[in-house]
């Protein structure tokens, strides 16, 4: 897919009001010192150029060139300056350190395994600098296990149509999405595109996500759930750690 379609059907599909929640729910739990964030699998951008209009210096790391092409483009259009650097958030080792590290939108849920999540953990833990913080959100296990499987969604517009079906996946605590999007050919008029994706995500248990957290060096974690400042409960379907070094 040419990633001027893949960037309008990213930014059609997903809900801008989510960006201005995540930005929200940062600025409550940064330390009022904070002045730089790292944002990881940032996507088209939407978040890191919003964290730069509001006077952060930012950097956004994607491991989609792709991706980091829209992301350009859009702190171009929103006059903004952002660094974009091309990457996998299991190796953060040539970085640098931050004052803040963010990882958002669930990206963590996309990590293969167990060991995989922990890597991440201890490659943020060094990429910050001393009392930073991180923090991220991932799906929580009443969310993977009860709320999405069997879950559809279609969207449709005249030029535009969205499928979303998920099924239990094959793992404890996982999830399949299919998406499949019919895009209306530039070229062609009345003629539809298909592409067909697959999302595999995975959580665990509050538990694991403390324990990981803690081997990686982290002794002040908080958390919370579904974009506000409560404590999470057994119906919660998103879970946000504060974590600080």
């Known amino acids: 897919m040419a990633y001027e379609t893949f960037a309008f059907v990213y930014d059609e599909v997903m809900d801008s009001n989510l960006y201005e929640q995540w930005l929200a729910f940062s600025k409550r739990h940064f330390p009022e010192t904070t002045k730089e964030v790292f944002e990881l699998a940032c996507g088209t951008g939407a978040l890191a150029v919003a964290f730069a209009k509001d006077g952060y210096q930012v950097t956004g790391l994607d491991l989609s ?51 995989e999540v922990q890597q991440v953990f201890d ?91 803690e081997s990686a060096g982290f002794s002040q974690v908080k958390t919370y759930a579904d974009y506000t400042d409560e404590a999470p409960t057994d119906t919660s379907q998103r879970w946000f750690f504060v974590c600080q070094k």
């Open 65 to 115: 060139e792709e991706m980091l092409m829209i992301a350009s483009n859009r702190a171009v259009e929103e006059e903004v300056d952002v660094q974009f650097v091309q990457g996998n958030m299991l190796d953060l080792s040539e970085v640098g350190q931050y004052e803040a590290i963010t990882c958002f939108s669930d990206s963590l849920c996309y990590m293969s395994n167990r060991q």
């Open 123 to 213: 490659e943020v833990y060094q990429a910050l600098t001393d009392e930073g913080t991180f923090i991220f959100d991932v799906h929580s296990v009443y969310q993977v296990d009860t709320v999405f499987p069997e879950y559809s969604y279609h969207y449709q517009t005249d030029n535009f149509a969205f499928l979303w079906d998920s099924y239990p996946g094959k793992k404890e605590h996982s999830i399949e999405h299919f998406l499949t999007f019919f895009i209306e050919d530039p070229d062609e008029a009345g003629h539809f595109l298909r592409e067909d994706e697959l999302h595999q995500e995975r959580t665990y248990t509050m538990e694991n996500y403390l324990t990981m957290l």
